[in-house]
């Protein structure tokens, strides 16, 4: 009987302990999401992802008895990009908050583990389009396996180590190398008004089919991001600007390719883009946004091996504006996308894409959405 009492003295502690804890911190599970629907129309056929939700560039000329196949449109209508989600608060540990998204928070700093945006996707400045490929390939794209640290205040500190999996360098293995991917990011200010910052990435891969045409050793390449947010009253600017090598892991138009000596060489590719966007009422948003990248080449002779688009484009660029109207959580839009892309053929006596009596191709998309966030 005594360890009856006691087990049911502990019971009642415990429950004392729990009453005290909802009291002092608020948690439990707060749903949210958003219903989404798009009505597109492409006025070419294109290169994307997502049973062509995802957009990505118009396809190049491919002539058959004397006719450009890729010069059709194509109407489609889908609803994948519908979200559902769960934000579970639980409680308090070591002093510290643990979330439903692995993440540990005091007032000073923050750790995240597990699959998240990439670095290179800053989430308080990325593009505010309709369109499900948010601005792919001037903004890079991914979500990765990581661990990263940040620091708290007006000026912050971000230091990232993570690895492939959905998103991965094309022809060769981050896995297979030594380290993961490193990544550093210094923030100040805050989304609300002014946010600046500048990144840097340091990446390591292996070449995976064990040929050793296709390159010896490793393929090392580093990239830089700059980024920048400001609210003006009513408006919200935006802008980007990528530098790296080897980037088809986030959707760049990137790669490498092997030197007379056999060595792995990265290519240098220039992403940039710029939005402007705002509320002219509370019923109407209005927003405008244009997108440049440049495929730099190798800088040398070079034998082309795999990347992301990055053998036989020289550069795209796209502007799309689009309108909202808004009645309590139901938007409905529309925005035009039109996107150029200048196809060429890869060089091998200097490593870059010889354009030369090549006219580049388009693609308009017309979209029309209806979001319903919950």
Do not use: C
């Amino acid at each position: 009987m005594k360890k009856v009492y006691v087990l049911m003295l502990a019971l009642f502690i415990a429950s004392l302990m729990v009453g005290k804890a909802q009291e002092d911190t608020n948690y439990g599970i707060k749903w949210s999401g958003f219903a989404k629907t798009d009505y597109m129309f492409d006025t070419r056929q294109t290169l994307n992802a997502r049973e062509g939700h995802f957009m990505i560039l118009p396809l190049p000329e491919s002539i058959t008895n004397g006719e450009d196949v890729n010069d059709n449109p194509n109407f489609n209508i889908l609803s994948v990009q519908t979200r559902l989600s769960a934000n579970i608060t639980g409680p308090d540990f070591f002093g510290r908050l643990r979330h439903a998204i692995t993440k540990i928070s005091n007032n000073y700093f923050e750790i995240l583990m597990g699959q998240f945006w990439n670095p290179f996707f800053v989430a308080e400045v990325i593009p505010g389009v309709y369109s499900f490929n948010t601005g792919v390939p001037f903004q890079p794209f991914a979500r990765n396996p990581q661990v990263r640290f940040t620091t708290k205040g007006t000026i912050r500190f971000m230091i990232a180590a993570y690895t492939e999996r959905d998103f991965t360098t094309r022809g060769v293995s981050i896995q297979r190398a030594t380290i993961p991917q490193w990544h550093a990011q210094l923030h100040v200010g805050n989304k609300e008004r002014i946010l600046a910052g500048l990144g840097f990435n340091y990446k390591t891969a292996q070449n995976t089919t064990n040929n050793a045409a296709f390159g010896n050793g490793n393929v090392n390449s580093v990239s830089f991001i700059g980024f920048v947010s400001a609210k003006f009253g009513v408006l919200t600017w935006k802008a980007e600007a990528v530098y790296g090598q080897n980037m088809s892991d986030v959707l760049q138009l990137s790669g490498y390719a092997v030197d007379a000596d056999g060595d792995f060489i990265s290519n240098q590719t220039l992403s940039v883009w710029s939005e402007l966007m705002g509320d002219i009422s509370e019923k109407t948003e209005l927003g405008i946004f244009a997108g440049y990248t440049q495929n730099a080449g190798y800088g040398e002779a070079a034998n082309y091996v795999n990347g992301f688009q990055g053998n036989n484009i020289d550069y795209a660029f796209r502007i799309a504006p689009r309108v909202g109207f808004k009645s309590g959580k139901l938007t409905i839009g529309s925005e035009v996308e039109y996107t150029l892309a200048q196809y060429g053929v890869f060089d091998t006596t200097n490593g870059t894409i010889n354009i030369s009596g090549i006219e580049p191709v388009n693609n308009t998309r017309f979209l029309i959405t209806s979001i319903y966030k919950f």
